[in-house]
Every structure is written in C-alpha cells, then in structure tokens.
C-alpha cells in the first residue's frame, strides 16, 4: 500500500507532540494487517500558489523545512520494524516549493 498523507498537526494547526504521530499510526494499521507500506509524508508548505498564507482549512497540512525533515525521520523510525516498507518525500504541487525568483509570477 502506497499512503500519501497530509494531516500533520491538529485541527486548529498546533503540532503535534511527535511530529509523525500519523504516520506511526498508519504504520501500526499496517503492521496489525500485515500489510506492506510505502510512507508518503506530503510536504505542504502554502497555501496555494505565490506562497498564499494557509486557510483555516489547510492548517493542518502546512509545516516549514525543518519540521518536514524531521517529520521524515520520525516516520521512518515509525516504519522501521515492518518487514515490507518505504519512505519517500511527497511534494504537494506548487503548494510545497517556496517560490523561486526566476518564476513568473501568477
């Protein structure tokens, strides 16, 4: 199973206290059906297009560099114990990169 997922924080935006709380979960789902995993952590940096501020509703998805690296890291630590398993960064489209100045903006 390849699992592509967002929710990296709360509801209201506020991290969690292991920044891979999801991706643990989704790992124990994995182990208990024994089930292979490919762990896709999305990174998510903005809102939308000309790094746009998050809405209210995109909260949860959206993490800086540093915390995404650590994210990974503890992801994979969250999968480490499966027998069939990876890791790999997902960046959400043009939400994710910070805007480059060569870019045209839209």
């Known amino acids: 199973m390849a699992e ?6 709360a509801p209201d935006g506020t991290e969690y206290a292991n920044p891979a709380e999801t991706s643990a979960r989704i790992a124990a789902a994995a182990e208990r059906t024994g089930i292979g995993l490919t762990l ?3 990174f ?8 746009a501020p998050p809405t209210p ?6 993490t800086d560099l540093d915390r995404y690296a650590a994210l990974l890291e ?26 480059h100045p060569s ?3 839209l």
């Open 74 to 99: 503890a992801a994979q630590r969250a999968i480490a114990t499966l027998p069939t398993r990876a890791s790999a960064l997902a960046p959400h489209s043009l939400c994710a990169p910070p805007p």
């Open 4 to 9: 592509f997922h967002y929710l990296h924080h």
């Open 40 to 42: 896709l952590p999305v």
């Open 57 to 62: 509703g995109q909260r949860r998805f959206v």
């Open 103 to 105: 870019w045209p903006r």
């Open 44 to 51: 998510y940096a903005h809102g939308g297009f000309n790094a």
